[in-house]
């Protein structure tokens, strides 16, 4: 399923994304009005709104209405560095040193995005792109196991892991350079597990006005999706909601020789196979 946050008039809503158009939660009997609680009732939630929509209509085509972000405020969203090998030798020849072990940053909850909002570039005068996939966790976890790690995971999408490249370095945590706000765009809504059969075979690409940049498939991540979960699951508690970027490939504006960052009036579409697509522009 394809779970929606979206705005229609001046009305915030939540529904399922059908093959032509939205079934509006708030105009059925269903208990569930946002997406925190459908995430957090987990698959006795997803079988209720199953059975309901199965044969609806639609309230509502795609065009009509304005694509939200999924989870506006996550407990925590995480992102790992450095976790394709290309993109990893790109960081290298930059002066990131590699490590032995999974590189993790914070992203401030604050910087979250909608699917096809405005990127403010702020103070920075390096700004970069980077398509990941996310993963949406869906039940509290604690020293999860490889026989368990799935049961952690609610659903997945696009994430731009929009980056102040002048600023990441400004402390060796990488946070401020990577949590300005508008630059976490998310969605553009979150695909649920049983939807995705295998999540190390997806391709991702970014674009940035048509022009290819970044190219790979997640069977290219150095450390899997369920190695990742097992090691932050293993220092603290992973919570329904959170939000982990599971890093992203060679073919960044920093790397790139000259190096070529985002100018006012830039299109960046980040997609990803199976999930869909992000398009934000950078704020003139």
């Not at 369920?226 to 959170?242: G, K, R, V």
Request: charged residues 20%; contains cysteine; proline residues 5%.
């Amino acid at each position: 399923m394809k779970l929606v946050r979206f705005k229609i008039g001046h009305e915030i809503s939540c529904g399922l994304v059908l093959d032509n158009g939205i079934v509006d939660f708030n105009q059925t009997d269903l208990p569930y009005k946002d997406l925190q609680s459908i995430i957090e009732h987990g698959a006795d939630a997803l079988e209720k709104v199953k059975a309901y929509c199965e044969g609806a209509s639609p309230h509502y085509a795609l065009s009509e209405v304005i694509l939200l972000a999924p989870i506006p405020r996550p407990g925590k969203f995480l992102a790992i560095g450095m976790n394709y090998k290309k993109h990893a030798d790109e960081a290298d020849r930059l002066g990131v040193a590699k490590s032995s072990h999974q590189t993790w940053f914070n992203k401030q909850i604050s910087c979250i995005n909608d699917p096809f909002g405005t990127i403010d570039p702020g103070v920075t005068q390096q700004l970069d792109y980077e398509v990941e996939l996310g993963v949406v966790i869906g039940k509290k976890s604690k020293y999860l196991t490889i026989e368990n790690v799935d049961d952690a995971i609610f659903g997945y999408l696009v994430v731009n892991d929009v980056s102040a490249r002048d600023w990441q370095f400004h402390t060796p945590t990488f946070t401020m350079g990577k949590s300005f706000d508008t630059h976490g765009p998310i969605g553009p809504w979150i695909v649920t597990r049983d939807e995705i059969k295998d999540p190390q075979t997806l391709a991702l690409r970014c674009y940035v006005n048509g022009e290819l940049r970044q190219s790979n498939n997640t069977s290219e991540m150095i450390h899997s999706i369920h190695n990742q979960l097992i090691y932050l699951s293993t220092a603290f508690t992973l919570e329904p909601s959170d939000i982990i970027a599971t890093g992203t490939p060679e073919g960044v504006g920093v790397a790139m020789q000259p190096q070529i960052f985002l100018q006012e009036g830039d299109i960046v579409r980040c997609e990803i196979e199976n999930i869909g697509a992000i398009e934000n522009k950078v704020s003139v």
